[in-house]
T-cell receptor, first 112, second 114 residues
Framework: ETGVTQSPTHLIKTRGQQVTLRCSSQSGHNTVSWYQQALGQGPQFIFQYYREEENGRGNFPPRFSGLQFPNYSSELNVNALELDDSALYLC???????????FGPGTRLTVT | QQQVKQSPQSLIVQKGGISIINCAYENTAFDYFPWYQQFPGKGPALLIAIRPDVSEKKEGRFTISFNKSAKQFSLHIMDSQPGDSATYFCAAILSSGPARQLTFGSGTQLTVLP
């Protein structure tokens, strides 16, 4: 087990709505990343936070935003949901002193 | 180019056989290459990783072979077991950037027949 938890496990939203996904870690790492994994594809990097500040972003629009908190937790917020946002959303902790990143089980988001 | 290309898309192997998954990359600045294993309904789990200054790394039944000049690396699973049936992703990290983001391949669905 990685000690990374995510909530909720599954979520169904309607197009145009907003959603907040949560992630926490027992590892004590300072870096958290979020990835989007569409069905049958590899995870795509959304952004990364280091010590509560965003320090990198992939090719995702500004309606994807995040927060990192001092208690080793993080949130991913998505506004104005689109049908293509339906995916498994993964958070991963680690990568401070080494390159290893440990993933949570993910949140399955369905947008109808 | 940040792409990592992975093949095959799917692989069926008999129990006890060798499973081989291949990846190729373009960006020579990548300097860390992990493999992840993902079971249905679970997040990817780090399996084994290698740096480009090493040509091979072995951990139990899992071996990474790395060819820096060809910009290719592969995962070999020896004595494959039905419990190895999962989706495998190769990935790469560019450590010089501000964010150590993983760039993943498209995945290989491995089925090991009993």
């Amino acid at each position: 087990e990685t000690g990374v938890t995510q909530s909720p496990t599954h979520l169904i939203k309607t197009r145009g709505q907003q959603v907040t996904l949560r992630c926490s870690s027992q590892s004590g790492h300072n870096t958290v990343s979020w990835y989007q994994q569409a069905l049958g594809q590899g995870p795509q990097f959304i952004f990364q936070y280091y010590r509560e500040e965003e320090n990198g972003r992939g090719n995702f629009p500004p309606r994807f935003s995040g927060l990192q908190f001092p208690n080793y937790s993080s949130e991913l917020n998505v506004n104005a949901l689109e049908l293509d946002d339906s995916a498994l959303y993964l958070c991963a902790w680690g990568g401070d002193l080494n390159y290893e990143q440990y993933f949570g089980p993910g949140t399955r988001l369905t947008v109808t | 180019q940040q792409q990592v290309k992975q093949s095959p898309q799917s692989l069926i192997v008999q129990k006890g056989g060798i499973s081989i998954i291949n990846c190729a990359y373009e960006n020579t600045a990548f300097d860390y290459f992990p493999w992840y294993q993902q079971f249905p309904g679970k997040g990817p789990a780090l399996l084994i990783a290698i740096r480009p200054d090493v040509s091979e790394k072995k951990e139990g039944r899992f071996t990474i072979s790395f060819n820096k000049s060809a910009k290719q690396f592969s995962l070999h699973i020896m004595d494959s077991q039905p419990g190895d049936s999962a989706t495998y992703f190769c990935a790469a990290i560019l450590s010089s950037g501000p964010a150590r983001q993983l760039t993943f391949g498209s995945g290989t669905q491995l089925t090991v027949l009993p």
